[in-house]
């Protein structure tokens, strides 16, 4: 019998919801239970894909090509378990295929409601998840948003009947809320009492808080919650502000004995905990010396969460690397003014210098230009440079414009009219109009040639990896490109596509096609990124 976990939030938005579910599932994968992970996201949204980075951050894509929402980053870099199209429902999934299926006749005549029949299809969502493999013991569901949204209620209504239908011991329910410090020092309960209320409202018990509060919360502050809410004390806890990482808090959940308590409320005995990762991963943080600072140029730098899988890959690599890696964020706008640039870069002065260029994915033209610097910046005065499929495809620009001489090189993305589109659509789809799912999405093949950085990160030549774009580097041009000394890396299997460009003499310069972040742990750096941060240091060591 699987055993369901549905967590909710309270309050407000922003509390930390997606780590604080990831965290409990890596305690109990620690605790060796199989744990499956799932999104339900309340937006009307088929899915994440046509959101804009700026509202929604970052589109996380799975193995299976699924355009989701990023906390299936935070559930991939916390715990184990497959992840794909299945793990994230959202409301416009529910009502696309409830509507389908009304057309088709399939309702026999009834009349088609909310309850029960959008609640149905979350349900069997749900459920599927569960089945998808036999030896799944657990399935945690995040419930997106704050308990009271008008949105939010048949994904809890369905949690509310599963629950039911499954017996409290089977299925529990775990909600965050927020105990401010409002008067400096003295902590409130009040929110936590209304949004326990409200979820009662919609007929859920919380068998298990967490509270996000400034500092762990007292003893009496725990009798007091529980006094007004029905549960257990010592099934309140507390996740409090760390100064560390977000990748401490499984640790810190265990220190207060969350898994054992919810083991226990879901009749699985306790067995032996072993979250070794995850503390010599705490060691190697403390363990860091010294600093590197990463110039990200990109276009949406103002939302922390639009990179969120690159910038977390980053820190991973900094682990494995031992070094602590400092995010300099520059709107490549900006790096288009040239004036900008020096300052920017930190060029002439070694206080602000920045000791590695990060070019990540990206859509539309603005800014290009200031990237396309920022490659020919980073290539000419031998700073590692890594580019991630946008950021492959400048290396690309660069290379036409500046050392073939070909003033304008661009990708047809951009400019239509050039007379050398070094990076084009494939023929078969330059007549494709419709933007949905004209993408190549998901895990494909990459067969990286021996002798490359590519092969040196990954030490195997069949590499697998996430694809999310459009355009390609144009084969018309890899004569020219390769002749003139621009590296090829990797190539997919057929030979007909390039993955990986590289430049050669230079400490290192390397873009990929794909998208490696997707698959970086805290717990095992992706490759690339390791090499990536490790070429970094080892160059800052040299100079000093
Ligand atoms: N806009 C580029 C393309 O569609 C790059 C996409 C990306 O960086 N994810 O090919």
């Known amino acids: 019998m699987n055993k369901f976990i549905f967590v909710s939030g309270g309050v407000c938005s922003s509390l930390g919801k997606g780590v604080a579910a990831s965290s409990l599932g890596a305690l109990l994968e620690g605790r060796g239970l199989n744990v499956r992970m799932v999104k339900c996201d309340p937006y009307i949204n088929v ?8 509202q929604h951050g970052e589109v996380y894509v799975t193995d299976d090509g699924a355009e989701t929402d990023l906390d299936l980053g935070n559930y991939a870099r916390f715990t184990s378990g497959a992840l794909s199209r299945a793990n994230s429902i959202t409301t416009g999934q529910v009502y696309e295929s409830v509507i389908r299926k009304e057309r088709e006749g399939r309702y026999l005549g009834r009349c088609v409601q909310v309850i029960p029949h959008i609640t149905d299809e979350i349900k069997s969502r749900i459920l599927a998840v569960a089945k998808e493999d036999t030896d799944t013991d657990v399935v945690i569901v995040e419930i997106g948003g704050t308990v009271g949204d008008i949105e939010s209620i048949p994904f809890l209504e369905a949690a509310r009947q599963l629950i039911h239908e499954s017996g409290k011991i089977n299925a529990l329910s775990v909600h965050l809320t927020l105990i401010p410090d409002v008067a400096g020092g003295e902590l409130k309960t009040k929110p936590t009492q209304h949004s326990v209320k409200a979820m009662q409202e919609q007929g ?13 919360l007292d003893e009496p502050t725990r009798r007091k919650i529980a006094l007004f809410t029905n549960v257990e004390s010592d099934a309140v806890f507390s996740s409090y502000d760390v100064d560390t990482t977000i990748y401490e808090i499984p640790l810190i959940f265990f220190k207060q004995k969350l898994d054992q308590v919810v083991l226990k409320k879901m009749g699985v005995e306790s067995r032996h905990a072993d979250l070794d990762s995850w503390s010599s991963m705490m060691e190697r943080f403390a363990a860091r010396k010294g600093t590197v ?21 980053l820190f991973h690599a900094g682990l494995e690397g031992g070094v602590a890696v400092e995010l300099v964020k520059i709107d490549s706008s900006r790096l288009e003014e040239a004036e900008a640039e020096e300052s920017l870069l930190g060029i002439g002065a070694p206080e602000g210098r920045i000791d590695g260029i990060l070019v990540p994915g990206g859509f539309g033209q603005r800014g290009i230009n200031g990237m396309v610097k920022a490659s020919t910046w980073a290539r000419t005065n031998k700073i590692p440079y890594f580019g991630i499929c946008l950021g492959m495809q400048i290396m690309v620009i660069d290379w036409g414009r500046h050392v073939l001489g070909w003033e304008d090189a661009d990708s047809t993305e951009f400019n239509h009219e050039t007379r050398h589109p070094v990076i084009s659509l494939l023929e078969e789809q330059v007549d494709v109009t419709n933007y949905g799912g004209t993408m190549r999405l998901g895990k494909s093949e990459s067969v990286a040639e021996p002798g490359t950085r590519l092969f040196a990160a990954y030490q195997v030549r069949n590499i697998f990896e996430r694809h999310r774009h459009r355009y390609e580097f144009s084969n018309t041009y890899r004569k020219e490109m390769t002749e003139s000394g621009l590296r090829i ?12 460009v590289e430049w050669p003499d230079h400490p290192w310069g390397l873009g990929v096609q794909f998208h490696p972040e997707f698959k970086s742990k805290p717990t095992a750096a992706s490759p690339l990124f390791r090499d990536f941060i490790a070429a970094v240091r080892d160059r800052k060591q040299l100079q000093g």
């Open 293 to 313: 600072r990463i110039g990200i140029v990109g276009k949406y730098m103002d939302l922390h969460d639009a990179y969120k899988s690159v910038y977390e890959a």
């Open 47 to 54: 899915d994440a894909g046509t959101m804009s980075p700026y």
């Open 204 to 216: 859920i018990q919380p068998d298990v808080l967490i509270c996000r509060a400034p500092i762990m």
């Open 489 to 500: 890396g990797a190539l997919t299997p057929d030979r007909s596509l390039v993955e990986c």
